[in-house]
């Protein structure tokens, strides 16, 4: 089980721009690696491991826009 905290933050903080964007590009990140896993099973190619969807998601802008550390954690 993991503990998680939750932040309110209004749309007038300073921060909620950059959290916002920030939100956004993991939600793309997520989606695009979603969509990945979805066409192999489609496609009948079977599983993909966490190595091979690092790899393959390495020269995706999605990856890039995140610090790598955060593009990790989302895979």
Do not use: C
């Not at 790899?55 to 802008?61: E, I, R």
């Amino acid at each position: 089980m993991q503990l998680a905290e939750r932040h309110i933050i209004k749309s007038d903080d300073a921060r909620f721009d950059e959290l916002d964007n920030l939100a956004w590009q993991s939600k793309n990140l997520y989606n695009a690696a979603n969509y990945i896993i979805r066409q192999n099973f489609l496609y009948g190619w079977g599983y993909l491991t966490y190595n091979k969807m690092a790899s393959l998601m390495k020269s995706h802008p999605a990856y890039q826009a995140l610090p790598a550390k955060v593009s990790q954690q989302i895979l």
